[in-house]
């Protein structure tokens, strides 16, 4: 499953734009294409409307409509690897432990990201290997 340049294809989600914009560039910086979306009505219909060929999605696991939007993602898409970014501490999140023990059928793999905590300084070298890692 890759783009029609043949590089792979992530589907990023986000309520955050500048976020998820700074998502595209370090997967870019990695040679995979991204989608981006603010959110999850939008990515649906993307995905219905254009045929991606999505292999990694990243999702905010806190917006409106993620848990139903992976269900539906997982079985459009077998073998789908998930990265879940929410916006609270991993403690403060009920949907995310879930998720990693117990992702729905059809998702290969699912990964934790903590976001940097607003002021936090972020190394884009310490991202980019952290999404590496969990692509590989």
């Not at 792979?8 to 370090?26: C, N, T, V």
């Given at each position: 499953?890759t783009a029609?340049?043949?590089?792979?294809?992530?589907?990023?989600?986000d309520?955050?734009?500048?976020?998820?914009?700074?998502?595209?560039?370090?997967?870019?910086?990695?040679?995979?294409?991204?989608?981006?979306?603010?959110?999850?009505r939008q990515?649906?219909?993307?995905t219905?409307?254009?045929?991606?060929?999505?292999?990694?999605l990243?999702?905010?696991?806190?917006l409106?409509?993620?848990?139903?939007?992976l269900?539906?993602?997982a079985?459009?898409?077998?073998g789908?690897?998930?990265?879940?970014?929410?916006n609270?501490?991993?403690?403060?999140?009920?949907?995310?432990?879930?998720?990693?023990?117990?992702p729905?059928?059809g998702i290969?793999?699912c990964s934790l990201?903590?976001r940097?905590a607003?002021?936090?300084?972020?190394?884009?070298?310490?991202?980019?290997?952290?999404?590496r890692?969990?692509l590989?």
């Amino acid at each position: 499953m890759t783009a029609r340049n043949g590089s792979a294809l992530a589907l990023i989600i986000d309520d955050d734009l500048g976020f998820l914009m700074w998502l595209g560039e370090l997967f870019a910086s990695l040679g995979w294409q991204s989608v981006p979306s603010l959110h999850c009505r939008q990515a649906l219909a993307l995905t219905k409307q254009f045929d991606l060929p999505i292999r990694t999605l990243v999702i905010n696991p806190e917006l409106r409509g993620a848990k139903q939007l992976l269900a539906r993602l997982a079985a459009a898409y077998p073998g789908l690897r998930v990265v879940l970014i929410p916006n609270a501490p991993v403690c403060h999140t009920g949907l995310s432990p879930s998720l990693r023990q117990a992702p729905p059928r059809g998702i290969r793999a699912c990964s934790l990201l903590e976001r940097p905590a607003p002021g936090e300084q972020v190394s884009r070298t310490e991202w980019v290997s952290k999404i590496r890692k969990m692509l590989s």
